[in-house]
C-alpha cells in the first residue's frame, strides 16, 4: 500500500442487491469503487435505490431484507459481519452524515461530550485527551470558538452548524469512507455549499473516500469526482463528473440534466421526463426507462442493458441505443425560453400599476410572544413578519424567497386567515379589506382565493377518493351537484391526469400526480389568485418541470395571478415575473425577476443568487462566491440598526465611518434610480445614489 | 386469515364478528320461542339439576331454567352493552373533536367537565341515581355511558389537536368547509380507528359493569335479570353446579369476542391504507426503496393501531 495511498480503492462494491420484505428489489447489481480521497456521487430520485445503497454498505438495513453481493473496505468483506462487529467499524473506518442533523444528535449531551465519546469508544483515548480532540475537529469544521462551544446543546446551534457538527463526528476516528446520504437537502442554499466545503476539507484531512447519495444533480457538480447515476435500483451510467454533465449518454441522465431549472438560464425551459419510475416490486422485462424514453427502440423492450463503455474511458451507460445519444439535445430538445402570453391581450399591454390589484399587503406585522426563561419571565418579541408590503396585480406572479424561518409562510397563513392582522397592517384582497369580512363575506372570498401546499402527500385527506377530494370545494360552494362528476372530469383533464384517476386513493397516485391533484381542487372552482406555498420542493426533478409547465400553462389560460413562495431561486426565476426577498420577517428587496437576477441591488440578494449551484462541473468550481455566515441562534438579537449586518459581507468591507449608519439606523425601502416597481431596502445598496 | 386476504385486509374479521353478532342476538331474542319453559316458569320437579333433554342447560336452586334464564339474560347484557358503548363512544367523539377542532375557552369549559365528571366516584353516584331515576333498564344505560367516555374524549382531544394543524384540514378549512363538516369529514374519519377500538371495549366494560352493579341491586333488578345477574347469583355454587355459570360466562365472552372481531376488521376495512397492497395500485411512493418517502407516505395517515389479525 503506497503511503498516500491516493487512487487505491478504498471502498468496493461489487453486484450489490437488496431486496426488502416482500420482493421489493430496491437495488439490482450496483457496482462501484472510491478511491482514498475520491468523492463518489450516487444520484438517483426516490425510489431509485440510492439509500437502500447506503444503508447496505453502512450495515444499516432492517434484519429481514436480503442483501447479497459484496462491500469490500480496504479489502475486508463487511456484508455478512455481525453487528458487534459492523458495530467496531461504523463510527471508526466507516463514518456516516446523515440528512437530519436534529435527530442525529442527542439533545441532552454537549456537542463536545458527544464527539469525545466517538473519539473513546473507538480508540480508548483519555476523557481530557477526547476532549482536546473534539475542540480541534470542532475548530476544523469551522465553528468560530470551538473551546467555548464544545460545550454547547444542540439546540444552541443552527442547521448548519449541526450539520458541521455531525461531519466533526464522523471524522473523529480518521475514517477510510464516509457516507453522506443527503447532508445538505435539509438545510438553506446559503449553507449548503459551506457545509460541502467543510465535509469536502474534513474529508480530505482524514484521507477518505467519501460517498455522496444525494437527488441534487447541482450540488454534486461541484463536489464529486466521479458520479454513478441510478434508476429503478440500478446503475444506469456512471463517469467523471464532467463526461457526466457535459456529455451524458443515457437518456435517462440527459432527462434529469434536462428537467433542472438553472439560474444561469443556459438552453431554455427546463423539459420534463413523461411518466413516473416503475415499481419495485413489479418491473417489467427490458430497459426500465424504456417506458418513458423518448429514443426507445424495439430491443429495449427485451433485456434490461448491461452497463458498457461509451465515450471516454471511465463513462459507461446502460443503454442500447447510445449511438443516438451522442447529441444530447435530439433526445430531450430544448424548447426555447419563450414568454407565454401571461395575460390577457389587453391587459398585456397595460402598464403594470394600471392593473387591478388582486392582493394588496400594506405593513404586515405579527409577532410570535416567546419565553426566554422557564419561569416565563423576560418575554420577548418574535417578529416573525415586520412590516411587509407589496402588491399582485391581476395575471401577475410574484415570487417570495428567503430562508428558512424568514416570515414567508406566515405572510401566506395571514393572508389565507382572511382576517384583521393580529399584529397591524392591511390586507386587501380582490379589493376588499379583510379586517372588514364577516363569515359569508369570508367565504365568498375563499371562492376567489385558493392554496396549493407543498406536500401533497399530506395536504390530500389520505381517507378521500380523488373525485371526493375535488368535489369537496364544489360541494361548499353550492355548485350545482348534478354536474359536479362532470366538472371533476373536467378538472382531471385540466391538470393532465386521466378519468380514471378518480376513483383513486391518494396513496394510488405518484407524487406528481398528487401535486396535480391539490392544483385541480385549487383551481376547481376558477380563482383568481392562487397561493402556492414550495408547490414543487418536494418533487422530484424529472416531475417538477411538468408541474411548473402545468401552472404556467393554467396561468396563462385562465388568467390566474400566483403568489409563489419559494426557497429555490433558479425554480422562482422560471415561474415569476416579479420576486420580493424576505429576511427576518422583512422584504429586503422585491422588483422585476429580470432586473433583480441580472443585477441584485441588495447584498443578502446577491449572496442568495451566488448560493444556488449549478449543475455544470466546470462553470460551478470557476464560480467565486460570497459566503454569508451563519449566526448561532444564541447570537445577540439585533434590535437596532439593519437587522442583516451580522451575516452582510457589504457591511464587512465598509469603512468603520459607514457602517456607523447600519448600526444605527434601520434601512427603509427606496426605490432603485429609473426602475419604478424595484425596492430595496440597503443603506448601501447597489444602483442607488445616497 | 385465509379468505380474508383476498381484497381488503380486515373483511374476514370484520364478517365473521358481524355473524357471530347476529348469532348471538337470534339466540338472545328467537331462543326463547323454542324453549319449553318460560324464563319465570318454575319446575317443581327438578332442581339444581345438570344439563338434560328436559333442561337443555340445567335448572337453578329454585327449579327456574337455566337456557330460558340465561338467554332473558343475554337479551338485556346486549342491549345494554351495545347502546352504553355507542352512547359513550360518541359522545366522547363528540366532546373531544369540538374541544380539540374549537381550543380556546370551548376546549377548556369542556375539559373541565371531562376532569371533574373523572373525579366523581361513578359507582357511588350510579348507586344513588338509578334508583332514583326509577331503576329501568334505559336509566342504567344513560348512567353508565355518562361515566365511560371522559378517558375517551381526552384522547380523541389530543389527537384532533395535531389532526387541526394537518394540510389536509388546513387546505379544507382555506377551501371555506364549515367547521362541522371538517370536523366530520376530515378529522372524524383518521380517529375511526381509535373509536372503534374504544367502542369494542367499552360494549365488555358496560356488560361488566352492569353486572357488578346488579350484584349490589342497583342494576337490573329481579325479577328481571341479566347475564351479570345470572353470573352473579350463581356464585359461590360454580365450582360445584358449574352449568349455573359456565353457559352465562361462556355467552358473555362470546359476545365480546364478536363485537371485538367486529371492530377489529372494520378498523382495517375503513382504512385505504392497509387496502393499497392490491395490484390496482400503482404507486410507486409506498413500495419505494428509499425510506424516506415512503415513511413519510404512509405515515401521512392516521396515529397507528397495530392489528392484531394473528
Known amino acids: 500500500m503506497n503511503p498516500r495511498g491516493i487512487g487505491t480503492n478504498v471502498l468496493e462494491v461489487q453486484d450489490l442487491a437488496v431486496t426488502y420484505r416482500p420482493d421489493v428489489r430496491a437495488v439490482r447489481g450496483v457496482s462501484f469503487s472510491v478511491g482514498r480521497g475520491q468523492v463518489l456521487g450516487v444520484v438517483g430520485e426516490s425510489g431509485s435505490g440510492k439509500t437502500a445503497v447506503a444503508l447496505a454498505v453502512l450495515g444499516l438495513l432492517p434484519d429481514r431484507t436480503e442483501v447479497t453481493g459484496s462491500v469490500r473496505l480496504r479489502g475486508r468483506e463487511l456484508l455478512g459481519l455481525s453487528d458487534g462487529e459492523m458495530s467496531r467499524i461504523r463510527g471508526k473506518d466507516l463514518a456516516m452524515v446523515f440528512q437530519d442533523p436534529l435527530s442525529s444528535l442527542t439533545p441532552v449531551h454537549a456537542v463536545g461530550d458527544q464527539i469525545a465519546e466517538a473519539i473513546r469508544i473507538h480508540s480508548g483515548a483519555t476523557r481530557g485527551a477526547a476532549r482536546a480532540r473534539a475542540v480541534e475537529l470542532l475548530d476544523l469544521v469551522g465553528i468560530p470558538d470551538a473551546a467555548r462551544r464544545a460545550r454547547a446543546h444542540p439546540h444552541e446551534f443552527s442547521g448548519g452548524m449541526r450539520q458541521r457538527v455531525m461531519i466533526a463526528m464522523a471524522v473523529a476516528n480518521d475514517p477510510l469512507a464516509i457516507v453522506a446520504d443527503e447532508p445538505t437537502t435539509a438545510l438553506d442554499v446559503t449553507l449548503q455549499a459551506q457545509v460541502l466545503d467543510v465535509l469536502r476539507t474534513a474529508g480530505e484531512a482524514a484521507g477518505a473516500a467519501i460517498l455522496m447519495i444525494t437527488h441534487d444533480l447541482g450540488m454534486v457538480a461541484g463536489f464529486a469526482d466521479r458520479v454513478l447515476v441510478m434508476y429503478a435500483g440500478r446503475a444506469v451510467e456512471s463517469g467523471q463528473v464532467e463526461d457526466i454533465y457535459r456529455r451524458p449518454r443515457m437518456p435517462y441522465t440527459i432527462g434529469l440534466l434536462r428537467s433542472l431549472p438553472r439560474l444561469d438560464d443556459a438552453g431554455g425551459r427546463p423539459v420534463p421526463i413523461d411518466g413516473a419510475p416503475p415499481q419495485l416490486n413489479a418491473l417489467p422485462p427490458g430497459c426500465p426507462f424504456a417506458p418513458r424514453c423518448p429514443i426507445a427502440v424495439g430491443a429495449c423492450w427485451d433485456d434490461e442493458p448491461e452497463m458498457l463503455p461509451v465515450g471516454r474511458p471511465g463513462h459507461a451507460a446502460a443503454c442500447l441505443n447510445t449511438p443516438a445519444t451522442r447529441d444530447p439535445d435530439a433526445v430531450f430538445p430544448l424548447t426555447p425560453t419563450e414568454l407565454l402570453p401571461p395575460i390577457g391581450e389587453d391587459d398585456a399591454a397595460r402598464a403594470r400599476t394600471s392593473r387591478e390589484a388582486v392582493l394588496d399587503v400594506k405593513d404586515l406585522h405579527r409577532f410570535h410572544v416567546e419565553q426566554r426563561n422557564s419561569f416565563g419571565r423576560g418575554k420577548g418579541l418574535l417578529r416573525a413578519v415586520d412590516g411587509v408590503s407589496f402588491d399582485i396585480r391581476a395575471g401577475e406572479t410574484l415570487g417570495l424567497v428567503g430562508e428558512s424561518g424568514c416570515g414567508k409562510t406566515t405572510v401566506l397563513m395571514e393572508i389565507l386567515a382572511m382576517a384583521r392582522p393580529r399584529n397591524g397592517g392591511r390586507i386587501e384582497i380582490l379589493g376588499e379589506d379583510s379586517a372588514g369580512l364577516d363569515g359569508a363575506g369570508r367565504k365568498a372570498l375563499r371562492r376567489n382565493v385558493q392554496v396549493v401546499f407543498q406536500d401533497p402527500f399530506s395536504s390530500l385527506d389520505p381517507r378521500m377518493r380523488v373525485a371526493a377530494i375535488l368535489a369537496e370545494p364544489l360541494r361548499t360552494h353550492a355548485f350545482p351537484s348534478e354536474h359536479i362528476p362532470d366538472r371533476v372530469q373536467e378538472l382531471l383533464k385540466l391538470v393532465g391526469l386521466e378519468p380514471s384517476h378518480a376513483n383513486r386513493h391518494p396513496y394510488g397516485l405518484s407524487g406528481g400526480q398528487r401535486q396535480r391533484v391539490a392544483i385541480a381542487r385549487a383551481l376547481a372552482l376558477e380563482p383568481s389568485l392562487v397561493l402556492l406555498d414550495e408547490p414543487v420542493a418536494a418533487l422530484d426533478v424529472s416531475v417538477q418541470a411538468g408541474v411548473i409547465d402545468l401552472l404556467e400553462e393554467l396561468r396563462a389560460r385562465l388568467g390566474l395571478a400566483y403568489l409563489f413562495v419559494a426557497h429555490d431561486l433558479a425554480v422562482v426565476r422560471r415561474v415569476a415575473d416579479r420576486i420580493a426577498v424576505m429576511h427576518r420577517g422583512r422584504i429586503v428587496e422585491i422588483g422585476d425577476v429580470e432586473h433583480v437576477y441580472e443585477d441584485p441591488a441588495h447584498p443578502y440578494t446577491c449572496a442568495l443568487l451566488d448560493a444556488v449551484p449549478i449543475p455544470d462541473p466546470v462553470l460551478e468550481r470557476k464560480r467565486g462566491r460570497v459566503r454569508l455566515p451563519d449566526v448561532p441562534p444564541d447570537a445577540p438579537r439585533l434590535e437596532t440598526g439593519c437587522l442583516f449586518r451580522q451575516r452582510c459581507p457589504r457591511y464587512l468591507a465598509l469603512s468603520e465611518a459607514s457602517r456607523a449608519l447600519c448600526d444605527r439606523e434601520d434601512p427603509v425601502s427606496r426605490s432603485i434610480d429609473g426602475e419604478p416597481d424595484r425596492m430595496v431596502a440597503c443603506h448601501y445598496a447597489l444602483g442607488v445614489s445616497t | ?310
Open chain 2, 1 to 310: 386469515m385465509t379468505g380474508a386476504m383476498r381484497g381488503r385486509p380486515g373483511r374476514g374479521r370484520a364478517i365473521a364478528g358481524a355473524f357471530l353478532l347476529v348469532l348471538l342476538f337470534l339466540l338472545a331474542f328467537a331462543g326463547p320461542l323454542v324453549s319449553p319453559w318460560g324464563w319465570d316458569d318454575i319446575d317443581f320437579t327438578a332442581f339444581l339439576s345438570p344439563p338434560s333433554a328436559r333442561h337443555w342447560f340445567g335448572t337453578t336452586q329454585s327449579g327456574r331454567d337455566v337456557f330460558a334464564l340465561t338467554l332473558r339474560g343475554m337479551q338485556k347484557s346486549l342491549i345494554i352493552g351495545l347502546s352504553v358503548a355507542v352512547l359513550s363512544t360518541g359522545l366522547a367523539a363528540v366532546v373531544g373533536t369540538v374541544a380539540g377542532y374549537f381550543g380556546g375557552w370551548a376546549d377548556r369549559a369542556l375539559m373541565w367537565g371531562v376532569d371533574l365528571l373523572l373525579v366523581l366516584p361513578s359507582f357511588l353516584v350510579m348507586a344513588v341515581l338509578s334508583p332514583a331515576l326509577g331503576g329501568g333498564w334505559q336509566a342504567l344505560v344513560a348512567l353508565l355511558a355518562a361515566f365511560l367516555w371522559m378517558v375517551t374524549a381526552r384522547m380523541v382531544r389530543g389527537m384532533t389537536v395535531s389532526l387541526r394543524e394537518r394540510e389536509w384540514v388546513l387546505a379544507a378549512r382555506f377551501l371555506g368547509v364549515g367547521a362541522t363538516r371538517t370536523i366530520v369529514r376530515h378529522v372524524l374519519p383518521h380517529l375511526a380507528s381509535l373509536l372503534l377500538v374504544d367502542a369494542a371495549v367499552n360494549v365488555s366494560v358496560a356488560i361488566l359493569a352492569e353486572s357488578g352493579l346488579s350484584y349490589f341491586g342497583f342494576g337490573v333488578r329481579p325479577p328481571d335479570t341479566s347475564l351479570g345477574t345470572v353470573i352473579a347469583e350463581s356464585r359461590g355454587a360454580a365450582t360445584v353446579f358449574p352449568w349455573l355459570f359456565g353457559f352465562a360466562a361462556g355467552l358473555l365472552v362470546l359476545i365480546v369476542l364478536a363485537v371485538n372481531l367486529l371492530a377489529d376488521g372494520l378498523r382495517d376495512v375503513l382504512d385505504p391504507q392497509l387496502a393499497a397492497s392490491g395490484p390496482s395500485a400503482e404507486a410507486e411512493a409506498e413500495v419505494t426503496a428509499d425510506g424516506a418517502r415512503a415513511g413519510s407516505g404512509a405515515g401521512s395517515g392516521e396515529p397507528a393501531v397495530e392489528g392484531s389479525a394473528g
